[in-house]
């Protein structure tokens, strides 16, 4: 038997030696290389904490929740794999990421083992802090550590988090774990500060040196120039002292140290177990640690989609199709080389967002903040109102985290900055932590807000073209997903081909598909689910009508009014969540102008959370797939009697 299959919880680490311990760290990188390679997930910085991850769990007793006693939470959550080994999932790992199998991030429906569910970087410090105080408050003694890594640390929040940490008065550990990346390149003055750290060793060789001389004077002469040692000690301390940022907030820095020394490590952990005081520990690691194509391509290989051995080299597997975000990409490229105002953002995911491909056709017209989304979002604005025309690519889930700078500093002054929202609406693999299904909630009450959904790769072109006329905020939604393989004006009857390939007009949707007994109003990348409902449904006798309404603010109104005077049963479609999205837009229209709503069916994200499966598999879950609108339909319509239905569209 392997030592991975011998180890269902942390109790069975303790009983390891440190040989058998480096021998498990080896274990855990194959199983995690071997699931990856199957099923996709983050590979290179969950290679990089095997040995931390052991000696955390060697050292402290982080039994389950609530008992514990000791409390480990992770930053960011995709360095979770071997925490999840080592607490009984090893087993799970053949189905990685998979519909009712292990998930990628920390998920406490999942095991008592994970505190938190976490996808978003820069919270562990502060919900660290927050254990702290409440443990301490209830008279438990015991140690919380928060693993902090992949730069995550540059986070506001994680400021805010250290700045707070600085006034316990109890023991709380902060594992810097560095591994010089953040998600792509590091960005910023603090990543620039870690890295001199990381390859200087001034300060302890002058400590070192001090030392070896004052052991070698005489003793008399030794007490005479003791006091001037130690302020030389102290004067090099201040000026290089890679500490002295953290000390400055009140806490005990430690390290750098090895992060890959696993006996190392476990002294270390060991000696300041005890310590009364918040801690910061200082580890230094490499992402991808133990496959050399993974350390040296280490953005490449963060999350890939899954990989196979190709004669001794790593390759990618490739999805099938053309994805948005690659649409996206090329089509800020084409608005640059005519728009010299045109610049590009983005918090750490530049090949997430697609940008990476703009970076090299313009390389000083794309910025990459780091980890940062509300500097983002500050930053943005300050461009705009200087002259430029600014397009932030924030995935959707991160959007959210810089809501107040949306409205303060863009929506507030007016700003026609253009936010670009992937991972719009179910994202599959990743799981709830990055479903994308509130952005048109939180965006559409900000006065001046423009926002789009684009159906195909041609609309989202002419979404961006518009915004770029706007004076005005806008944001443009798209999914995870590949753009459908052929545009609709390409594919819809001859008279409605002028109307649906021209350029976007605000607040001006277009007609897909003409039919009687219902419309679907869709908004965004469901059309294509639309027209497939309303095929099968012609094939049972049914005439469906499919709006393409591209906005969600402002909603076409006329638009609106005619489906509602054709008398048959209109449904509303979204990748959004029911509440406050694109269909509640549609009732409000009505309501507002004293139209009948009860012939409206909104379709779209129920209030819940949706595990982690394939996209598709989650738009089955929910019927907003092809089949499940069909169903929706059929219920809508022979809810409508037969006198009533006229012409839809």
């Known amino acids: 038997m392997s030592l991975i299959e011998r180890i269902q919880t942390p109790a069975d680490v303790k009983k390891l030696s440190v040989d058998e311990l480096v021998a498990l760290a080896a274990e855990c990188r194959q199983k995690i290389f071997d699931s990856v390679s199957r099923n996709g997930g983050h590979l290179a910085s969950n290679l990089g904490v095997a040995e931390l991850t052991l000696a955390l769990h060697y050292v402290y007793d982080f039994g389950p929740f609530p008992q514990g006693p000791d409390r480990l939470v992770f930053d960011v959550g995709h360095q979770c794999y071997v925490h999840k080994m080592l607490t009984g999932r090893t087993g799970l790992f053949e189905n990685l990421r998979k519909k009712g199998s292990v998930s990628g991030f920390p998920l406490p429906e999942e095991s008592p083992y994970d505190l938190f569910a976490v996808g978003h970087a820069g919270t562990a410090i502060s919900t660290a802090v927050g254990l702290a105080r409440g443990d301490a408050m209830l008279g438990r003694k015991n140690h919380v550590v928060a693993v902090v890594?992949?730069?995550?640390?540059?986070?506001?929040?994680?400021?805010?988090?250290?700045?707070?940490?600085?006034?316990?008065?109890?023991?709380?550990?902060?594992?810097?774990?560095?591994?010089?990346?953040?998600?792509?390149?590091?960005?910023?003055?603090?990543?620039?500060?870690l890295e001199r750290v990381r390859i200087s060793t001034t300060y302890q060789e002058a400590k070192s040196f001090a030392h070896k001389l004052l052991d070698n004077l005489p003793h008399t002469v030794g007490s005479t120039i003791e006091n001037m040692l130690y302020h030389l000690k102290e004067g090099v301390k201040t000026g290089l002292w890679p500490g002295q940022v953290f000390e400055s907030m009140n806490l005990k820095y430690m390290g750098p140290i090895d992060g890959h020394d696993l006996p190392g490590l476990i002294q270390t952990l060991g000696e300041i177990k005890e310590f009364d005081h918040p801690i910061l520990l200082h580890v230094k690691t490499v992402k991808g640690k133990g496959y050399e194509a993974a350390s040296d391509e280490p953005t490449k290989f963060h999350s890939p989609a899954g990989f196979h051995m190709n004669g001794g080299q790593l390759e990618l597997k490739k999805s099938g199709g053309k994805s948005w975000t690659t649409a996206f990409a090329d089509a800020c490229i084409k608005l640059a080389e005519t728009d010299k105002r045109v610049v590009t953002l983005t918090a750490a995911m530049p090949d997430g967002t697609g940008l990476s491909k703009f970076e090299n056709t313009f390389p000083n017209r794309f910025y990459d903040t780091g980890i940062c989304e509300s500097h983002l979002a500050g930053m943005a604005a300050g461009?705009?109102?200087?002259?430029?025309?600014?397009?932030?690519?924030?995935?959707?889930?991160?959007?959210?985290?810089?809501?107040?700078?949306?409205?303060?500093?863009?929506?507030?002054?007016?700003?026609?900055?253009?936010?670009?929202?992937?991972?719009?609406?179910?994202?599959?693999?990743?799981?709830?932590?990055?479903?994308?299904?509130?952005?048109?909630?939180?965006?559409?009450?900000?006065?001046?807000?423009?926002?789009?959904?684009?159906?195909?790769?041609?609309?989202?072109?002419?979404?961006?073209?518009?915004?770029?006329?706007?004076?005005?905020?806008?944001?443009?939604?798209?999914?995870?997903?590949?753009?459908?393989?052929?545009?609709?004006?390409?594919?819809?009857?001859?008279?409605?081909?002028?109307?649906?390939?021209?350029?976007?007009?605000?607040?001006?949707?277009?007609?897909?598909?003409?039919?009687?007994?219902?419309?679907?109003?869709?908004?965004?990348?469901?059309?294509?689910?639309?027209?497939?409902?309303?095929?099968?449904?012609?094939?049972?006798?049914?005439?469906?009508?499919?709006?393409?309404?591209?906005?969600?603010?402002?909603?076409?109104?006329?638009?609106?009014?005619?489906?509602?005077?054709?008398?048959?049963?209109?449904?509303?479609?979204?990748?959004h969540s029911l509440q406050n999205g694109f269909g509640s837009a549609v009732l409000e229209y009505a309501v507002s102008k004293s139209l009948p709503t009860g012939r409206i069916t909104r379709l779209g994200m129920p209030d819940r959370l949706i595990a982690h499966a394939t996209r598709q598999q989650q738009l089955t879950e929910v019927g907003l797939d092809a089949a499940g609108i069909a169903r929706s339909v059929r219920d809508a319509v022979r809810k409508i009697p037969v006198a009533a239905q006229r012409s839809a569209v």
């Open 149 to 193: 890594g992949d730069a995550s640390i540059v986070n506001g929040m994680a400021f805010e988090g250290l700045n707070a940490a600085g006034t316990l008065r109890r023991q709380m550990i902060i594992v810097l774990n560095d591994n010089g990346m953040s998600i792509s390149r590091p960005q910023g003055a603090m990543a620039a500060y």
């Open 383 to 575: 461009m705009c109102k200087a002259g430029l025309r600014p397009i932030a690519a924030i995935y959707s889930t991160f959007i959210q985290r810089a809501f107040d700078q949306i409205w303060q500093e863009v929506a507030l002054n007016g700003l026609p900055v253009i936010f670009a929202m992937d991972r719009a609406g179910y994202v599959g693999d990743d799981g709830p932590v990055h479903h994308g299904f509130m952005d048109q909630a939180f965006l559409r009450p900000l006065p001046g807000m423009v926002l789009m959904a684009p159906s195909d790769e041609c609309e989202l072109n002419r979404a961006l073209r518009l915004a770029l006329t706007l004076d005005t905020p806008s944001a443009v939604r798209y999914p995870r997903d590949a753009v459908p393989p052929a545009n609709f004006h390409e594919i819809i009857d001859e008279p409605l081909r002028q109307q649906a390939s021209g350029e976007w007009e605000l607040a001006r949707s277009r007609v897909l598909l003409e039919g009687r007994d219902a419309v679907i109003l869709c908004y965004g990348a469901l059309a294509a689910n639309a027209l497939a409902a309303a095929d099968e449904l012609a094939g049972e006798g049914l005439s469906i009508g499919v709006v393409d309404a591209r906005f969600c603010k402002p909603v076409d109104g006329k638009m609106i009014e005619r489906a509602i005077a054709g008398g048959s049963a209109i449904l509303t479609l979204e990748d």
